[in-house]
Every structure is written in C-alpha cells, then in structure tokens.
C-alpha cells in the first residue's frame, strides 16, 4: 500500500524538477517573476527556477529589428506624398528591464515619433526636395528616437527613407514633365544635326565650286593657249591674225557640227540674226576656207616631197 503512494509523489517530484530547468536561446533575454515581481534576467543556455513560485514572465529578443511606417503628409507646394520609413533598432542588454516594463507598446511609440518628424520636416521642402534630401529626413527622424527610445531601452540604428510615393495625378504630372523635358532636349539636338548638316553640305557645295571654278579656268588657260599657239603657227606661214581667227573660228564650227552629229535623234537649226549677218558669215566662210588652202599649198612647199632613188 506504502509503495502506491510513493509513485504518485516520485512522479510530481520528477515533474517539478523538469519545471525547474528552461532553455534561453542565444540572442534572446527571459524575464522572471516572483509571485508577479520581477526577479532577474536570465541570457542564453540552461537556466533554473523555482517551480510555482517563480515564472517566465516574458522572452525579450536582442537582435536587430526593423519597424516600417508610412507616413502621409504634404509638402511645402501643397503636393500629398506618402513616406515609407524603415526604423532598424535594437534592444540594450543593460536596459532589458526598462525596455519590458517601462514600454507597453514600443512599436506604437516608435511610429509616433516617426509621424510627428515627418510631418515636421516635410511641409518645409518642396516635392523636388523631398526626393533630394531625403537623407537629411531619415537623419533628423533617427536624432529624435534616438533622444526619446534611449531612456526606454531602445538603441536607433539606423533610419531610412525607402520609399516616397505622390499622389498618382502628380506623378503622371511629373513623367509629362520630364517627357516634355527629354523632347525638348531630343529637339534641341535634331536642330544641331540639321544645323551641321546644312553647313557641311553648304561647305561642300562651296568646295565643289571652288574646284569647279578652277577646272573651268584651267579649261579655259588651256584653250587660249592653245588658240594663242594655233595663232603663232599661222602668221609663221603667212596668215595674218585676224584670218588665223576666222579659220579657227571656222573649225570649232566644224567640230561642233560633226560632234551633234554622231548623235542620233538630234536637231539642230542655225539661223543668222539678218540677211547682212548671213552674208557677211557665209563671207567669212569663204574667206576661212581660201585660208586654209593657203595654208595647206604653203606647207607643201616648205616640205617638198624627197625624190626617190634613181
């Protein structure tokens, strides 16, 4: 009968002893009560309390942590915008107890804090300004949790301003804006090209000119030259200047005449202004031609045949 009874109390002895030993995780500090009155702190690895007397009031976690809040406001043009801030803090290991008891709600204080920076800073800057200096937001959010969460066991990280939406019309506003601004440019720079491609073909046509310009003289030196030697070789047998001009005359008539006509389907009709003009031409002609036969009987006796052998 005595052994019955044992069992049961061996086994509530074995179950208390189990209820007297708990496990902190790394990272992480437990909170424990004594009859609802804190007693100590305990950090990571095996740890021991007294069964139904003390408890574990609460796990505290020591890692880095990220609250976000979004904030609406306006900003100094009357532009509604929405921020996304991203708070990063931690819990201070010698400020456990004041970061547990002190602060019921720590998210909701720290997202107060954040609407009331926010707000503050915002309505001063622009909405071009907001996108700017959104670093100097983030700075002055982390400076006033940083003064106010320190009391209450809170180390601030870091804040950043991760996200800045306007209102939908205002940004649709914006990308016209800059459209308009890259078509402008786009413009600016299509006028440019055309610019410089009127004046390089206007340097080319200048250019092609010019060499045209020079050919033609060159052309011309030639002819004169040419007509000056043809001059030379007619006086040398007799001919007087103005008959050697005639008879040049004369046969550039000829060659024109016989270069029209190695074409074919062409037309050609001269017609002298006057009767006298036409006369004095067909004058002329005939003069031109009892020169070059002057000129041809002339050359014949300068260099007479030689005789062949007798």
């Known amino acids: 009968m005595g052994n019955f009874i044992l069992i049961p109390i061996f086994f509530f002895a074995f179950i208390l002893l189990l209820l007297s030993f708990f496990v902190v995780k790394q990272q992480t500090a437990v909170i424990i009560e004594r009859f609802g009155k804190f007693l100590s702190i305990r950090n990571s690895g095996l740890q021991m309390k007294i069964p139904l007397v003390d408890k574990i009031a609460g796990r505290v976690s020591l890692k880095i942590q990220q609250l976000d809040v979004i904030v609406e406001t306006k900003t100094l043009d009357d532009v509604f915008v929405k921020l996304k801030v ?112 009127i004046v390089e073909k206007a340097k080319a046509e200048a250019e092609s000119k010019r060499l045209q310009g020079m050919g033609i003289a060159d052309q011309r030196r030639e002819i004169a030259r040419g007509l000056e030697e043809s001059v030379e070789v007619l006086n040398k047998v007799g001919i007087n200047s103005q008959e050697a001009s005639a008879l040049i005359v004369v046969t550039q008539h000829y060659d024109t005449l016989q270069a029209i006509g190695e074409e074919t389907n062409t037309n050609l009709i001269l017609l002298p202004n006057s009767p006298q003009a036409g006369s004095d031409m067909l004058n002329n002609m005939v003069a031109s031609f009892t020169a070059s036969n002057m000129i041809g009987e002339a050359m014949k006796k300068e260099n007479p045949k030689p005789k062949g052998k007798q």
């Open 86 to 197: 991203s708070v990063q803090y931690v819990i201070i290991r010698t400020k456990v107890y004041e970061a547990f008891y002190i602060l019921d709600f720590p998210h909701e204080q720290i997202t107060s804090y954040v609407f009331d920076v926010v707000r503050a800073e915002v309505p001063k800057m622009k909405l071009d300004d907001v996108f700017v200096k959104k670093d100097d937001i983030a700075i002055a959010v982390k400076g006033e949790l940083q003064d106010a969460m320190l009391d209450y066991g809170y180390d601030i990280i870091k804040t950043l301003v991760t996200d800045i939406d306007p209102d939908s019309q205002v940004k649709a506003a914006m990308n016209r804006i800059n459209a308009s601004e890259r078509e402008k440019i786009a413009a600016q720079f299509e006028g440019d090209a055309a610019r410089i491609l």
